[in-house]
């Protein structure tokens, strides 16, 4: 089962930047539709960004501008270049894999789906 870890959270000042990363270590002939999500402190968990297998993005109102989604399919990587952080940003990140086309090689067949899967998070502070 394929499995998420990010990396790249911190603690930085208000208008810093920083840029998260989530490999997905599940079979080389799987490619993956994922998205970032982020829960702050008493809060609900809420979704930042996505990214389908076009490549078509989506954000959040609240991060439109600032932050930029990107994957690496090779690699099975995703990236968030988080800029201009503001305290509202803080709280835990987490990618989420929604969407998986897998291609079984020696003609073992193609699967296309729905994915529930998460990482266990990395936390980001924005100090004021």
């Known amino acids: 089962q394929v499995e998420l870890v990010e990396s790249g959270g911190g603690s930085v000042q208000a208008g810093g930047s920083l840029r998260l990363s989530c490999v997905a270590s599940g079979p080389k002939y799987c490619t993956y539709e994922m998205s970032w999500h982020r829960q702050a402190p008493g809060k609900e968990r809420e979704f930042v960004s996505g990214?389908?297998?076009?490549?078509?993005?989506t954000y959040a109102d609240s991060v439109k501008g600032r932050f930029t989604i990107s994957q690496n399919n090779a690699k099975n990587t995703l990236y968030l270049q988080m800029k201009s952080l503001k305290p509202e940003d803080t709280g835990t990140y987490y990618c989420?894999?929604?969407?998986?086309?897998?291609?079984?090689?020696?003609?073992?067949?193609?699967?296309?789906?729905?994915?529930?899967?998460w990482g266990e998070g990395t936390l980001v502070t924005i100090s004021s």
């Open positions: 989420k894999i929604d969407r998986e086309q897998c291609i079984r090689p020696n003609g073992g067949g193609a699967y296309f789906g729905p994915v529930d899967a």
């Open positions: 990214i389908d297998r076009d490549g078509n993005t």
